[in-house]
């Protein structure tokens, strides 16, 4: 979780790198304080940006689509 969009890009953008120098496999998403508040106040994927991600926050679009359902 970040509010610092240089942030999110280089811990996104940089997992490859590291993961092939140390023989690592992270492949942990990095989201904007904003976009978990979406989601926790209804909204879906889209409205959140979810879907703009390099690497993709699963956990937190699972959530997304449950909450929008209940909406429903």
Do not use: W
Not at 23 to 52: E, H, N, R, W
Request: charged residues 20%; glycine residues 10%; positive net charge.
């Amino acid at each position: 979780m970040t509010p610092c969009p240089l942030c999110q890009a280089n811990v996104e953008i940089y997992q490859g790198k590291i993961n092939k120098r140390h023989g690592t496999k992270f492949a942990m998403p990095v989201t904007y304080y904003s976009q978990l508040m979406t989601v926790a106040y209804g909204g879906g994927i889209k409205q959140a940006g979810l879907d703009g991600h390099v690497i993709r926050a699963k956990k937190l679009e699972e959530i997304a689509v449950k909450v929008v359902s209940a909406k429903k």
